[in-house]
């Protein structure tokens, strides 16, 4: 019994050193492997140090954030319009559906107010509206400052300590733009009143006796409501249905040309001086 347990206990000692020898062979071998023959893993630590490290990839820049007046451009019949500012192009497109409104609604009032008042009563009461707001707010502020036992101000101290301050650059430039249009115009109209062209001076004073004709039966501010309710429909309605109205404005045209052409045909004046 003795010499079985003796021989036990051999047995298992060969395994264990068949196992250590096992084992370190195939330590040997994977450090062959990784770090190549003769090279310990410090060494190969170190040719990893020394592996240049690829530069940092150059990304694009994200891009910026969206204004808050999105870029309105009028097109078809309409493009003249791009003249104008972009903020005014942004509001009678109604880009910002809230935002026109706003405008729209503060128009309205602006003139059923000259409506019913003169304009310097309407200056006065607009100023005497925003010192009612103004001091509605204050009030409200200081009060919930106090019940909450927090520092009382002004609610508008920062804009009370900055200063309010025009360019003098830019007052410069817009004055110099101005000047040069009023000299165009009034170039412009005395050439046309002292009739250096006579086609343009009947033209124009055409369109003077349709002015006086509109404005004999309409008043100024009738005009000015027709004007903005135009601005604000015309333009987002036309930008919805622009392909609609072009081809029925085309199909228009073209119905009118044909008709002129047959009239010209049809009238001895007006077909010889065309042959001549």
Known sequence: MAQEDQSYVNVSESGSEVANATQS?????????????????????????????????????????????????????LSYLNVLHPTIL??????????????????????????????????????????????????????????????????FSAYLNSE??????????????VVQELNCTFNCLLQLLLFKNVKSSLIFGLLLWIASSITNSLSFLNILFTLVTVAFSVPYVYSRFQSKIDDTVQTVVGQVSQIVTKVRDHIPVIGKNKKE
Do not use: Q
């Not at 450090?31 to 170190?46: I, N, Q, V």
């Not at 891009?63 to 097109?75: K, M």
């Not at 509206?129 to 002004?154: C, G, H, P, Q, W």
């Not at 309010?164 to 733009?177: A, D, M, S």
């Open 25 to 77: 062979a195939t330590s040997e071998i994977s450090d062959s492997e990784l770090y190549g023959e003769g090279e310990t893993p410090a060494e190969k630590t170190s040719h990893v140090e020394d592996v240049p490290t690829a530069p940092p990839s150059s990304s694009p820049p994200p891009p910026a954030e969206s204004s808050y007046i999105v870029p309105t451009v009028a097109t078809g019949y």
């Open 164 to 177: 309010l301050r025009i360019p003098e650059g830019e007052i410069l430039e817009w004055t110099k733009c």
């Open 90 to 155: 942004y509001i009678i497109y109604w880009r910002d559906v809230k935002f026109s409104a706003v405008v729209l609604g503060v128009c309205l009032v602006l003139l059923l107010t000259l409506v019913v008042n003169t304009v310097l009563h309407t200056l006065v009461l607009l100023l005497l509206s925003f010192m009612v707001v103004s001091l509605t707010y204050t009030v409200s502020k200081l009060a919930i400052d106090s019940f909450f036992n927090r520092e009382i101000r002004n609610p």
